[in-house]
């Protein structure tokens, strides 16, 4: 075997010239596109918050823009990270991952961040131009409040109405102390009236106020009254004296004029109303027992405040409904005769049907119920008009009614009852208003601002919907979308509560704020869902060197289509679903 000459030369083939001649991009039959999307929280967040900018925000120490982030969309995001049902942790991708984000403790600490630097100063109110228009609101409730500023923001003049004292509604009148501050409901309601947004108290529709009058001074009319007649429960006894209407109870206590009402109080009803009535009861010194016709995992209460209640010493019974109150003398309630129940078939709600087991009953001694059922609207003040069948029954959008310039939002809506379901209600009534001044129409001002399918709307965007816009508030970002080999597991934080046996002592505040490092860290648990972070993988991982870090439209890249071939390598190592391949059309 002949030996290798140690000096043999090894030849090379060279070229001067650029291979960037060879357009290898013609090869592809599909092209990688930047599209930004929305993330799955802010779809399923019925105020429409952008959730994502704001944990981007606070995870860059940014906490003040990111409190002005949501008040673009809610005028409430202090009361909401203290009393909203915070639907947008279930539609999180993280929960699918390890835990959702605390979206609702960083919406809580980034308000009292902003509280801190500007709760106590002067109001300043914004005189603003020409207006656009003139609208009436009845109601400073959440639904009314929220409509109110949306007009104003929107540069149309804005008188709101309420019948009781202060503005609030059930956020002053039916939410307990401990779960909302009231120094926290007024500054936010300053900061509405910041807005140029005026607030008259103590003025009734059908009393001071009449639909024709407002109408009359008015370009459109909201009525955003609430509920305030509560049900009764239609059975033997409740003429008693010491049996007490749940509202009426919370309203004396933000009153400062109720003390305990009983030694020993029965509450009947098992939503927030009844929670917070039981809570606020044994913060009096009574001792309390709850009774709810149908099992735990049907209460509409939620389920935090159900485990707080619990925790505190309220005495929850299921299964179990009133049947009689018992009279002794004077009429005054002595006890409860009591149905057990059991579940039948699912009714309208969707839930099981409570139905009562036959000859099943007890009695026990109570010198104090509180009944928390729910209430119902007034629908009295529209009879001038019309009847109240046609009324709602020929609602369209859940805000335009049958009566020429007339409008709704939060109750009087229909619905479902919470907090933030009433923001996204005062919203709609005020796009739909705005879309009348402005001789536009409502359905297709709706679907430009329309995030995702679940029905929220982006204010921010009204005005500015481009066609790139339109399609990123309709994609949605779903988990399998996701590259979930870029993050990794992480605990979210301990939501902190007053000890137990302090708490029940007083209306102080129960949950509290987080710290600066536990909201830093629980932001930068967020996936960016549908944002581009440049985060780089496109640019290390293209093959082709055809990704180019350019700013162009807001992203940092720019694909080089001459020469990328469309191997989908971007699109893979994409972790938040911003890059898509598309067909490639060919001439």
């Known amino acids: 075997m002949k030996r290798k000459n140690r000096n043999s030369k090894f030849f090379l083939a060279l070229c001067n010239e650029s291979v960037a001649r060879n357009i290898t991009g013609a090869w592809r039959n599909v092209r990688p596109v930047y599209k930004e999307k929305t993330a799955p929280c802010r779809e399923s967040c019925p105020a429409g918050e952008n959730i994502e900018g704001v944990m981007s925000l606070v995870s860059q120490r940014k906490y003040i823009d990111a409190w002005n982030l949501i008040r673009e969309e809610n005028p409430f995001p202090a009361v909401c990270g203290r009393a909203c049902y915070h639907p947008c942790e279930s539609g999180c991708n993280r929960g699918f991952f390890d835990e959702p984000l605390s979206i609702n403790a960083i919406e809580r600490f980034v308000s009292d961040m902003a509280f801190q630097k500007y709760g106590r100063k002067r109001r300043i109110v914004k005189k603003g131009g020409k207006k656009k228009g003139r609208v009436a609101v009845i109601g400073a409730g959440v639904a009314g409040l929220t409509a109110a500023y949306h007009l104003a923001r929107n540069d149309i003049a804005v008188t709101v109405y309420d019948s009781f004292k202060s503005p609030g509604g059930i956020l002053r009148y039916g939410i307990p102390a401990y779960r909302l501050p009231k120094d926290i409901l007024d500054w936010e309601i300053e900061r509405i009236r910041d807005n140029a947004v005026d607030i008259v108290c103590g003025k009734r529709l059908g009393k001071d106020l009449s639909i024709k009058g407002l109408l009359n001074k008015s370009d459109a009319l909201i009525i955003a009254a609430g509920a305030t007649f509560s049900r009764k429960l239609g ?91 018992l009279k002794g003398k004077d009429n005054k309630l002595e006890g409860i005769r009591f149905q057990r129940m059991k579940l039948g078939k699912p009714d309208a709600s969707g839930r099981r049907r409570p139905v009562p087991i036959k000859g099943d009953t007890f009695e026990e001694d109570f010198d104090c119920a509180i009944v928390a059922i729910g209430e119902d609207i007034d629908s009295s003040i529209l009879k001038p008009l ?36 009433a923001i996204a209600g005062g919203k709609r009534a005020a796009l739909a208003v705005i879309s009348m001044i402005n001789g536009k129409s409502f359905a297709l001002d709706y679907e430009k601002i329309r995030i995702g399918a679940q029905g929220g709307i982006s204010f921010s965007n009204y005005g500015n919907s481009s066609e790139e816009i339109i399609e990123k508030l309709s994609t949605i970002v779903e988990y399998q979308n996701l ?102 059309v060919k001439s």
């Open 483 to 584: 590259n979930i080999d870029y993050f990794m597991p992480a605990d979210p934080p301990q939501i902190r509560k007053a000890d137990v046996e302090k708490r029940k002592k007083d209306f102080s505040e129960v949950v509290q704020t987080l710290s600066k490092r536990e909201a830093i860290a629980e932001a930068e648990r967020c996936f960016n869902c549908g944002r581009c972070t440049d985060c780089d993988n496109c640019y290390k991982f293209c093959p082709d060197i055809s990704v180019l870090k350019r700013v162009r439209k807001g992203f940092t890249y720019e694909i080089d289509y001459d020469h990328c071939k469309g191997c989908s390598i971007c699109y893979s190592e994409c972790p938040r679903n911003v890059i898509e391949m598309v067909e490639e």
């Open 386 to 421: 019309v009847d109240e069948e046609s009324f709602f029954s020929s609602l369209r959008y859940g805000c335009i009614t049958p009566i020429e310039r007339v409008f709704t939002a939060g109750d009087f809506a229909g619905g479902p009852r919470s907090i933030v379901e």
């Open 235 to 325: 059975i033997e006894g409740e003429e008693a004296e010491g049996i007490i209407d749940g509202s009426k109870f919370l309203k004396d206590i933000s009153l400062g004029r109720m003390k305990a009402p009983g030694r020993k109080v029965a509450v009947i009803g098992g939503g927030n109303t009844a929670v917070d009535v039981a809570r606020s009861a044994l913060r009096l010194g009574c001792e309390v027992k709850m009774f709810y016709r149908r099992t735990r995992i049907e209460m509409g209460a939620f389920p935090e405040e159900i485990t707080d209640a619990v925790e505190e010493g309220v005495d929850i019974n299921f299964l179990v409904a009133p049947y009689a109150f």
